[in-house]
């Protein structure tokens, strides 16, 4: 089964290699991961997309954990989580297929961030169901290149409504 | 004041209590090795290998119980000392390797010896440091004592720049270290615990399965005291061999691939396994699905990755042996109160039955060739009493002599028992000879291993390390012929060694003492004759060639399935393959 991991691990060099020699030298998988700094300069926030039986995902777990530069390891799937992921998408726009093109990022509420004659660059953020639907509604037109982040998570807050103020931390 | 790096390095170790230091130099490092030079009260012992320096290291601390510490140079020193950090890894030796780098401003750059130092030992060590400022160097060094020796102890790399042991840095030594990510659980949880108290009590035939973690935590009293109140049976893995005194009635001896025939009934049939700091080895569970099929597991161990690995378990307890048995111990004083003879007695019944069934055992016809079961055993028996340091190699000769050394006290048996790493023996043996210059330092051998570090010799006579090293010389990868007989029909790729040297010429070359026994009834002599002599000594004690090593579970069987004997047509070939008389062997060798 699919979980995600979310990781705060030291920011500090060679971090980010532990993590994944851990993971290849083990044969775990990783779908994706995706890092950066969070808004403490010393940490960094990893999600790691991964799969497994139980069996599996308890070891990668504890060896995430047993990693002397992790500090903290949680899974997600344990909890209830909110995941987004952002796709760019440049696709070959022939004069008859730019409408198609506009009313689909449209209906995704994604956005043109660069266009040319014969291209569209398209920004789309969404759960993976959404970002994949899309992509498969543009492959007609021809996909030109793609990247996407990787999967980012987070758990929910709890709606207890002593909970439910979060601190104002970071600005929109 | 001001100090170098390579001040502050020695000022450290001093600090850290190290007395021995296990080393080769090279270019990135002499600034280190010129204070060294300067300095008193650390012994520089200067190898001829570094793989020699890591091994020793290593033999050191599992003889000590104090991290090992060696220091080689960049690259090729570095690349060197790769397997012996990849075998402390594997049997959790606390050792704090220190290696050269090429300065700061090079690195990346495909220096001279430059390795990617931090990447070759990643997947090797507990931890790993680069120190790119010499006002890091001391906190570095700190931490890296600390992670090396805590929780679940290994190998820790701490990798210096040229330029960090050049340049000055006020020095001050911390008082502790406090790392985040960090923090071993020693104490086990109380519920827990209560629970294996209750399984305890109830269970039938119940069996210790005891490994290394024993001995790191010092709990071999604990287990004593455990087994002895609840008249527990103790299987031992390869490397807790010690940690529970081996003529105990209650000692099973090994378990595992080439364990006693006993010990492997009895945790296949038990219905509940006692798992102490062992970590259920593919070589202990043969296959994993047929482990103990009717038991109940406990599993303690200090680190939580241990436990569920490859087995299910049923109470968990991660936390330091010692602590969590004296725990145990203590609910089950007040639970149980006393006696559980009776209710073990049809268990014990059943093992005695067991023990009489299959003993170890081997034929020595007193004017045939040597057999090397007889060798080690009388090895054992000429020794005990000097409670000697036993290291081995790897095979045959390292499982016969888990196999006959009952050893009485834990932290006297140095092998390689994870990696397997052949050439183990001789330096570990020597490590421990460092430390313990008026102990009896035993190191039993194959012809093959040995000559993967025989160069250590040198640095053997040189420094004064009176190692006792018995070649078991079979003119075979022992093992690996035993394999090919098993499973391979017989066909001996790649495993005959009878271009073996002459090692008791091979001593002498090195300065050292070489004996040898060619016949049975020279055992016995030759073997006081080594314990007698004061340097290093090569005793070359030609054996059988086509001994099997038994019981064997071949790779991936079922612990209760073993081999006991070669078949009946395996011990005609081996008969027919054997028939050299020790003078014929004296004639091959020294032709
Ligand atoms: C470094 C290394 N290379 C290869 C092996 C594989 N191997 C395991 S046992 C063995 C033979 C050991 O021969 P010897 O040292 O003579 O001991 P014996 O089995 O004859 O007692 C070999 C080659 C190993 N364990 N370690």
Known sequence: MEHIISVTVEN??????????????????????????????TMSMMTIVTSGDDRIIEQIVKQLNKLIDVIKVVDLNETEFVERETALIKVHTKAEDRAEALRITEIFRANIIDSTPSTYTIEVTGDIKKVEAMINLLQPLGIKELIRTGRVAIARESIRPALAQPKRVAKE | MKLTGAEIF???????????????????????????????????????????????????????????????????????????????????????????????????????????????????????????????LAVTIKEAFYIATTGRPGPVLVDIPKDVSMNKADFTYPGSVSIRGYNP??????????QAAEAIAKAKKPILYIGGGVVFSGASEEVRELAEMCQIPVDMTLMALGAFPGEHPLSMGMMGMHGTYWANMAVHYSDLVIAVGSRFDDRVTGKVSEFCPHAKII????????????????????????RVLRELIQVLKATVNGDQKDLRKPWWNQIHEWQRAHPLTYDQ???????????????????????????????????????????????????????????????????????????????????????????????????KLPVKVIVINNRFHGMVRQWQDLFYEGRYSSSDLSTTPDFVKLA?????????A??????????????????????????????NCYPMIPAGGCNHEMILADSP??????EANGKVTPEDKDTVLTA
């Open chain 1, 12 to 41: 500090k060099f060679g971090v980010l290699s532990r993590v994944a020699g851990l993971f290849s030298g083990r044969g775990f998988n990783i779908e994706s991961l995706s890092v950066a700094p969070t808004l403490d300069p």
């Open chain 2, 10 to 136: 020695v000022e450290c170790l001093k600090r850290e209590g190290v007395k021995t230091l296990f080393a080769l130099p090279g270019g990135v490092v002499l600034k280190i090795f010129d204070v060294l030079y300067q300095q008193k009260g650390l012994d520089v012992i200067l190898t001829r290998h570094e793989q020699g320096a890591g091994h020793m290291a290593e033999g050191y601390a599992k003889a000590t119980g104090r991290p090992g510490v060696a220091l080689v140079t960049s690259g090729p020193g570095m690349s060197n000392v790769v397997t012996a950090l990849v075998d402390a890894y594997m049997d959790s030796v606390p050792l704090v390797c220190f290696s050269g780098q090429v300065s700061t401003n090079m690195i990346g750059n495909d220096a001279f010896q430059e390795a990617d130092n931090i990447g070759l030992s990643r997947p090797c060590t507990k931890y790993n440091f680069l120190v790119k400022d010499v006002n890091d």
């Open chain 2, 185 to 194: 659980t020693y104490e086990g949880n109380k519920w827990q615990i209560k």
């Open chain 2, 299 to 322: 599993h303690i161990d200090i680190d939580p990755t241990s436990i569920k690995k490859n087995i299910h378990v049923d109470i968990p307890i991660v936390g330091d042996c010692k």
């Open chain 2, 365 to 463: 016809d007193s004017n045939g060739p040597i057999k090397p079961q007889h060798a080690i055993k009388r090895l054992y028996e000429l020794t005990k009493d000097r409670a000697p340091i036993v290291s081995t190699d790897v095979g045959q000769h390292q499982m016969w002599s888990a196999q006959y050394f009952k050893l009485s006290s834990p932290r006297r048996w140095l092998t390689s028992g994870g990696l397997g790493t052949m050439g183990f023996g001789f330096p570990a043996a020597m490590g421990a000879q460092a430390a313990f210059p008026d102990k009896l330092v035993l190191c039993v051998a194959g012809d093959g291993s040995v000559q993967m570090n025989m160069q250590e010799m040198a640095t053997a006579v040189v420094h």
């Open chain 2, 508 to 516: 002498e070359a090195y300065g050292a003492v070489g004996l040898r």
């Open chain 2, 518 to 547: 060619k016949k049975v009834s020279d055992l016995d002599t030759v073997i006081k004759e080594a314990i007698a002599t004061d340097g290093p000594v090569i005793v070359d004690v030609p054996v059988y060639p086509y001994e």
């Open chain 2, 569 to 574: 047509e395996l011990k005609k070939k081996m």
